[in-house]
């Protein structure tokens, strides 16, 4: 590290990041972004084909409420003694039938579908907890369905839909997105989706897990207004460095940052992810976090002229990078590994914003130590930096 001057690499990272750049945009006028629904407007449905075990109502004294606890099912009775909680674990309920036996005991009404379908693989519906006063339907998963994507696809061929599996393909979930028609709203986009699937898989054997519907009118609200509070935030940074330090270090930095949001919308346009808000999160997140690296660096280039103005600007910025390359490194890396995880075991949102925060923290320690030092070369030869002012500044905080 003794050695290592990030200036002599100034024009291979600039290289590397304007050519990595161009692709992105390259992509972007060819296949444009995968606009989630916040920000394409439409509906999404995460669901799950499982055969249904039976269904259960309950019409005694009191409410009977249904819900899981640790991947049990759990019936509570409320009534004027009190609340009774039973709990039917897989392991003393292997099956369903065992399941819907304990309901019965507990007095429900129940309707049995199908005994021989293993308890250990619950499948409710995001309505859960559920009342009994109604019949509420209980579903079990199988290792063995017997349904596959291009089935799902098939039963919804009349439908201008982007199908997609979640997880192992045996486990039978499904993502499907859809443009919403004109004037729809979101039941009549529900039941545009469930009817023919209830015709090929039966309605009692589909459980949906979660849906979510934008209208056109909100998701360009949210787009302006994302790009709005992007613009904000980077003008305040800008006005910040610029007073906390010199407009030759505010200039270098916002180009470093805009470096990182170019180089993450390009790995999102590479690898075809999803832009939704969490990726709006994300580039805000990066955004602070790249900030604090770099401002570090510049705050110890600004030290080091202090202490020998007889140096050469560029050896302060090399010495200053050098000196900061440990601490940013402990950190990006510590960080990393925090996230790591979510990005490969998680799911959904989390696991979406967790990958592109990994690629971020990537980039911006890239950037902060190789870029941010070479802009700042060439901001300070335009915008000297004023040692005189440095040294009365100096001078008024010995007084």
């Known amino acids: 590290m003794r050695q290592l001057n990030v200036l002599r690499y100034r024009f291979i990272a600039m290289g590397a990041s304007g050519a990595f750049i161009l692709i992105g945009i390259v992509l972007f006028f060819i296949l444009g972004f995968n606009l989630g629904i916040d920000f394409g407007s439409g ?20 409410q009977a409420e249904l819900s899981i606890e640790g991947g049990a099912l759990a019936l509570s009775i409320r009534d004027s003694h009190g609340v009774d909680t039973a709990v039917f674990n897989p392991a003393g309920y292997p099956l369903s039938g065992d399941v819907a036996a304990g309901f ?9 579908a199908d005994p021989s379908l293993p308890s250990v693989n ?5 309505g859960f907890p ?17 349904v596959t994507i291009e089935d799902i696809r098939e039963a919804l061929s009349g439908i201008d ?8 393909e045996a486990d039978g979930r499904y993502q499907i997105r859809t443009e919403i028609l004109e004037g729809e709203d979101q039941q009549a986009a529900e039941r545009r989706i469930g009817t023919p699937l209830a015709a090929a898989f039966g309605a009692e054997n589909i459980v949906v897990l979660r849906s979510d519907f934008v209208g056109s009118r909100f998701s360009s609200s949210l787009f302006s207004d994302s790009l709005l509070g992007l613009a904000i935030a980077l003008a305040l940074i800008l006005l910040y460095v610029s007073v906390r330090f010199r407009f030759a270090y505010a200039i270098s930095a916002i180009i470093a940052l805009c470096h990182d949001v170019l180089a993450m919308l390009s790995f999102i346009l ?29 705050d110890r280039v600004r030290e080091n002229i202090k202490a020998d103005r007889t140096a050469d600007v560029d050896e302060q910025i090399a010495r200053s990078a050098r000196q900061s390359v440990t601490r940013t490194m402990i950190t990006s890396l510590t960080t990393l590994f925090a996230i790591l995880p979510l990005a490969i075991l998680g799911s959904g949102d989390i696991q979406l914003f967790a990958i592109n925060l990994t690629w971020g923290i990537v980039a911006g ?13 060439y901001a300070s030869r335009r915008m000297p930096i004023n040692v005189e002012k440095e040294k009365k500044e100096e001078e008024y905080s010995l007084v």
Request: charged fraction near 15%.
């Open 43 to 62: 509906y999404a449905e995460e669901f799950q084909v499982a055969p249904l075990g039976f269904s259960v109502s309950y019409s005694g004294p009191g």
């Open 365 to 377: 320690t890239y950037s902060s130590m190789f870029l941010a030092p070479a802009f700042l070369h």
């Open 104 to 112: 019965e005991e507990k007095g429900c009404d129940v309707t049995l």
């Open 270 to 298: 590479i690898f075809r992810l999803e832009v939704s808000a969490t990726t709006v999160a994300a580039v805000l997140t990066i955004i602070g976090y790249s900030l604090n690296n770099t401002i570090v660096i510049f």
């Open 122 to 126: 619950i499948v409710t519906g995001f």
């Open 161 to 168: 839909v982007d199908v997609q599996t979640v997880g192992d």
């Open 130 to 146: 559920a009342s009994l006063s109604s019949p509420v339907r209980v579903n079990f998963a199988t290792d063995t369905v017997d």
